[in-house]
């Protein structure tokens, strides 16, 4: 089980309903705010997510959370599963073999 504080939490919810609420007005699957950019895809549960450090990093990123929105695709919501999928995705698009941080 995760655990985090509640304002983590709030901010958090607060963040999705903003994206949800910008996709609800322009109907765009790929929502840039402020530094963040969300991919909301039409036949998901799933909005992938991601803060941005540079601008430079921009259109890699969205390539890479519009394939984790892809593999995760029908996945229940188990958050030891999905956390894997995410992983698993990152070691595909970055040639990440076997690190520290991923074991």
């Not at 919810?13 to 950019?37: C, E, K, P, Q, S």
């Not at 909301?40 to 601008?55: G, N, Q, T």
């Amino acid at each position: 089980m995760v655990s985090w504080p509640q304002s983590v939490a709030l901010r958090s919810m607060l963040l999705v309903a903003m994206m949800y609420d910008i996709y609800n007005r322009t109907g765009r699957h790929i929502i840039f705010y402020r530094r963040w950019v969300a991919y909301i895809p039409e036949d998901s549960e799933y909005i992938v997510m991601a803060k941005l450090r540079h601008k430079g990093y921009l259109l890699p990123i969205v390539g890479l959370i519009r394939r984790i929105s892809k593999a995760l695709k029908g996945a229940p919501e188990e958050s030891s599963l999905i956390g894997k999928l995410v992983v698993r995705m990152f070691r595909k698009c970055f040639g990440l073999v076997s690190t520290r941080i991923f074991r």
